[in-house]
């Protein structure tokens, strides 16, 4: 039996003696099974002696902690075994003392203001109160305090749950919470009547609506018609229990744009299994199906890249024969001749087919870009002449120029064909007339205009502008302006080349371009062409007019298509040189090595050939004859030359299809071009 010690530590409590007094003092049933005497009194103690053994039974096998305390002192007057078990201490450890002068509960009444407040109100709680064990270790628990009589005293019982696995638990839901909460994935929460019951960050991000704005909205806010109904089909399966996996759709934001989106339902049960609404994940993604789209765009380029080269390749030659044996038969029919007029409609049809191909291969990267110091406005004032020609008179036409522009690294003819392209563009936009403006200017681009501009880097720019007073273009065109193929113009108008061979141009020299538009207002490209700070080139140009130039050196003409290899011999030799040919590589070398006469002075070689390519070549040539000069031809050019489509200085180049008289040209002047050391 328990001893009580209330009036150890309060004289004026009296002394317990029996079991009316205290749950803390409770005696055990008597042995003896001889029934008492059957008197009232007799079997009202005994009655109470059972409910108080049943209480004691309760407060030993409770699953809580449990302190019975003095309520005048605080002092402990009994513990359970699940508080000295929880905490460590022996049951003689904490019987007899204060409260608060046990390490373990130092925070639970640490004052006695909080003892006063108990003792006046009768009941204390702490939801969460950290307590410490006798083994120092730190413990959560939930304290609920109350004062009741017991006998003629007052007396507390604190009931002490270990509440650490919960708090635990309570702790991970909240980490869930916010990870939930603050996820850049829109999760919503709704009704199985699709009203809105959570809208977490994310979602305000995404859709554009705070959580105030949508909770207890239906969730029908964000779709168009036809997803709406996709929706509900969806949510049929939802109410059964069923996931549905995530899939792509498409939703309005709040300021009426369509964005499109991958989402996910799961539906959210109780334990029974009965769906109690569902819950939404989805992310935006518009950007990625627009790189998609750029992606498969792409695939789709080099796909036609490789098809224009492999095209051009054949092609080129084809033209080649027919330029050139139409320009050898109109030197023989001399200018008098009325077949004249039908081999200036084959040379005419020849130089169309020339452009288009071009254009493919520029667009497609397979064309050569052979790019020196110019001054942008020197470019312009060459050109205005002939663009003047390229617009009608009922159209005002200015070049403003920029009072000292920089320099820049390009290609001097390529920048003629994007003025070109634009020009033709801007004339077409005003079929009644209006004004067209071409600008240089020097400019200096910064980080943020870098970052808003796709392409653009920060530095220092020299731009061409071309504005025109038009039409203008809507978003959408906008939005497809440069992808190949694609054209406004009426069939058999345009080729859709136009614009991406000019942006393709214009990356190849380091640049990017940018396009302002609105519809009735007109339309501005600017052109921004990296500053360099080096000095024009000035090399002198060879005089392309009167007799064609002769020679009498000797050349090794190395080209596997038959009928070209016949007119390039046939159009040297007419010119005086003695010309051995080949087929290939491999041919070629053999030529070079049993040839017996006069030094072979020049090799003038296709660039890509089954066996032996020209450059494999002439490396093996110049190696073995230092002195030998190397003029490369090709209908396209790919890395073997010419290292992202850009030539090596000192590289000497004809593009085909190429006319005799460029060819005698192009020959003489490699001829008489001193060797580079």
């Given at each position: 039996m328990n001893t009580p010690l209330c009036q150890e530590y309060s004289p004026a409590y009296p002394r317990v003696v029996n079991t009316k007094d205290s749950v803390a003092s409770l005696p055990s049933l008597p042995d003896d099974p001889t029934p008492r005497p059957d008197t009232s009194a007799g079997k009202s103690e005994q009655a109470l002696i059972a409910s108080e053994l049943s209480y004691r039974r309760l407060f030993e096998a409770a699953k809580d902690g449990i302190l019975i305390l003095e309520a005048d002192t605080g002092c402990i007057r009994d513990v359970n075994p699940y508080l000295t078990e929880m905490l460590g201490f022996s049951h003689a450890e904490l019987v007899g003392t204060p409260i608060w002068e046990l390490g373990p509960f130092k925070d639970i009444i640490s004052n006695k203001i909080k003892f006063g407040e108990l003792q006046q109100k009768g009941?204390?709680?702490?939801?969460?109160?950290?307590?410490?064990?006798?083994?120092?270790?730190?413990?959560?628990?939930?304290?609920?305090?109350?004062?009741?009589?017991?006998?003629?005293?007052?007396?507390?019982?604190?009931?002490?749950?270990?509440?650490?696995?919960?708090?635990?638990?309570?702790?991970?839901?909240?980490?869930?919470?916010?990870?939930?909460?603050?996820?850049d994935e829109a999760i919503v929460s709704k009704t199985p009547e699709g009203i809105i019951t959570g809208w977490n960050h994310g979602a305000e991000k995404e859709y554009g609506y705070t959580a105030e704005e949508m909770l207890g909205r239906s969730i029908s806010l964000l779709f168009p018609p036809a997803q709406y109904q996709e929706y509900l089909q969806l949510m049929k399966r939802v109410r059964k229990g069923e996931s549905i996996p995530a899939f792509e759709?498409?939703?309005?934001?709040?300021?009426?744009?369509?964005?499109?989106v991958s989402v996910g339902i799961i539906p959210v049960e109780n334990r029974d299994g009965k769906v109690l609404g569902a819950s939404k994940y989805s992310h935006d993604i518009t950007r990625i199906k627009s790189l998609e789209a750029q992606f498969i765009e792409a695939q789709k380029m080099e796909v036609v890249g490789q098809l224009a080269g492999g095209v051009a390749h054949d092609f080129n030659n084809i033209l080649a024969v027919i330029m050139g044996y139409s320009e050898l038969i109109a030197t023989k029919l001399g200018t008098e001749s009325p077949l004249q007029e039908f081999i200036k409609e084959i040379s005419d049809a020849c130089d169309r087919a020339v452009g288009l191909t071009q254009q493919l291969l520029v667009f497609s990267r397979k064309h050569t870009v052979q790019p020196v110091v110019l001054d942008l406005g020197h470019v312009v004032k060459d050109l205005e002449t002939m663009l003047r020609r390229l617009i009608g008179e009922n159209m005002e036409f200015t070049v403003i120029h920029a009072e000292e522009p920089g320099h820049i690294m390009a290609d001097s003819g390529y920048i003629g064909q994007v003025l070109m392209n634009l020009v033709v563009n801007a004339r077409d936009a005003m079929p009644e007339g209006g004004r067209l403006v071409i600008g240089t200017s020097n400019s200096s681009l910064g980080e943020s205009h870098a970052k808003t501009h796709g392409g653009a880097v920060a530095g220092e720019y020299v731009m061409l502008s071309v504005s025109d007073?038009?039409?203008?273009?809507?978003?959408?065109?906008?939005?497809?302006?440069?992808?190949?193929?694609?054209?406004?113009?009426?069939?058999?108008?345009?080729?859709?080349?136009?614009?991406?061979?000019c942006q393709t141009i214009i990356q190849q020299s380091g640049g990017h371009i940018d396009v302002c538009s609105e519809v009735g207002k007109g339309t501005t490209f600017e052109i921004y062409f990296p500053r360099v700070d080096l000095p024009l080139d000035v090399a002198a140009k060879p005089a392309w007019g009167g007799p064609?130039?002769?020679?009498?050196?000797?050349?090794?003409?190395?080209?596997?298509?038959?009928?070209?290899?016949?007119?390039?011999?046939?159009?040297?030799?007419?010119?005086?040189?003695?010309?051995?040919?080949?087929?290939?590589?491999?041919?070629?070398?053999?030529?070079?090595s049993e040839y017996k006469g006069s030094p072979i002075c020049l090799v003038v070689t296709d660039v890509i050939m089954p066996q032996m390519g020209g450059k494999a070549m002439a490396e093996w040539l110049v190696s073995t004859y230092p002195d030998l000069k190397i003029l490369f031809t090709s209908g396209y050019m790919d890395d073997a030359i010419a290292p992202h489509g850009v030539f090596e200085p000192g590289v000497s180049f004809l593009p085909k299809p190429y006319s005799p008289s460029i060819l005698a040209r192009k020959v003489r002047e490699v001829l008489d071009t001193p060797l580079q050391t």
């Open positions: 009941y204390v709680r702490y939801e969460n109160l950290p307590l410490e064990t006798k083994a120092g270790h730190r413990i959560a628990v939930e304290f609920v305090s109350n004062v009741y009589q017991a006998g003629d005293c007052n007396v507390i019982q604190c009931n002490v749950r270990d509440i650490t696995e919960r708090d635990a638990a309570e702790q991970e839901r909240l980490r869930l919470a916010a990870i939930i909460e603050y996820s759709s498409v939703r309005i934001r709040k300021d009426g744009t369509l964005i499109d007073t038009g039409t203008g273009m809507t978003d959408e065109v906008k939005a497809h302006l440069f992808e190949a193929f694609f054209t406004t113009k009426p069939k058999g108008k345009g080729t859709g080349l136009g614009l991406a061979t064609l130039p002769r020679g009498t050196e000797t050349l090794l003409v190395v080209e596997d298509d038959p009928s070209v290899r016949h007119l390039a011999r046939s159009v040297l030799e007419a010119q005086g040189y003695e010309v051995l040919t080949a087929s290939n590589g491999k041919d070629g070398l053999l030529a070079a």
